[in-house]
């Protein structure tokens, strides 16, 4: 039995999809109201968190991407100062 009419989709879906969307359309029509708000709550707060860690992805990739340029530029200046015997023997015992 078809439930899903691809006529009527505001965006494309394979038709593996569409068959996964039915079966969970099926099940869900065996629950009872209090059960279907539960799981609506439950791939809210999913997607919620999926999209926040997206955008803390996001916010990490640009720090980490300006935190690495400076490493970079700075690595020879400060291998002056950690590259030496008196460095070395200071590390020693850690």
Same mark, same amino acid.
Request: aromatic content about 4%; glycine content about 2%; cysteine-free.
């Given at each position: 039995?078809?439930?899903?009419?691809?006529?009527?989709?505001?965006?494309?879906?394979?038709?593996?999809?569409?068959?996964?969307?039915?079966?969970?359309?099926?099940?869900?029509?065996?629950?009872?109201?209090?059960? !279907?708000?539960?799981?609506?709550?439950? *791939?809210?707060?999913? *997607?919620?968190?999926?999209?926040?860690?997206?955008?803390?992805?996001?916010?990490?990739?640009?720090?980490?991407?300006? *935190?690495?340029?400076?490493?970079?530029?700075?690595?020879?200046? !400060?291998?002056?100062?950690?590259?030496?015997?008196?460095?070395?023997?200071?590390?020693?015992? !850690?």
């Amino acid at each position: 039995m078809t439930i899903i009419d691809e006529t009527y989709l505001v965006f494309p879906l394979s038709k593996t999809m569409i068959k996964q969307l039915e079966k969970v359309i099926n099940k869900l029509s065996e629950l009872s109201e209090a059960q !279907l708000e539960e799981i609506a709550q439950m *791939i809210m707060i999913s *997607i919620e968190s999926k999209e926040q860690l997206a955008n803390g992805s996001d916010t990490l990739k640009k720090m980490t991407g300006s *935190i690495s340029d400076t490493t970079l530029l700075s690595e020879s200046l !400060l291998a002056k100062d950690w590259l030496t015997e008196e460095e070395d023997n200071a590390w020693q015992n !850690l």
